[in-house]
């Protein structure tokens, strides 16, 4: 799952035309090759002449910010329950980025099952939490 996130903000960083600068293994060192991941996706966020460089994507032009922000943010916030259930922490997720995410995500339901980004949405009772609703939609059963 670290190799995947460090690989996956690589791409994102990739298409500004930003690259992950050389870090730890992630076999060797998964804590310090996130590290690093995060810590240049962070430095390139900061810097508002590369955060806002923008470029084209399936969904339109977009900028580095805003892929972060809509797909950057998921993929860790979603991952982090993945981490929580298979090792009997704490699943709750912040209620805030549930909300926000589900907003992003649901309108690019059609979009976002292509390739292997999710498998198919599981379905959920309708009067359940935005935290599920975000879980069921990325195919995963709570």
Not at 17 to 46: H, K, M
Request: net charge negative; hydrophobic share 40%; aromatic share 4%.
């Amino acid at each position: 799952m670290v190799a995947h996130l460090v690989s996956t903000t690589g791409l994102f960083m990739g298409r500004a035309d930003v690259e992950l600068p050389e870090g730890p293994s992630v076999e060797e060192d998964p804590v310090g090759a996130w590290e690093t991941a995060r810590g240049a996706a962070q430095t390139a966020l900061d810097d508002p002449a590369i955060a806002g460089r923008e470029y084209d994507t399936p969904m339109g032009r977009t900028t580095l910010e805003s892929t972060m922000g809509k797909f950057g943010v998921g993929d860790v916030l979603v991952h982090t329950w993945d981490l929580a259930r298979a090792t009997g922490l704490d699943e709750r997720l912040d209620a805030e980025e549930c909300h926000r995410l589900l907003a992003v995500m649901e309108p690019n339901d059609a979009m976002m099952r292509q390739g292997t980004a999710f498998g198919p949405r599981v379905d959920c009772p309708d009067d359940a939490d935005e935290q599920t609703r975000l879980l069921a939609f990325t195919g995963r059963r709570v």
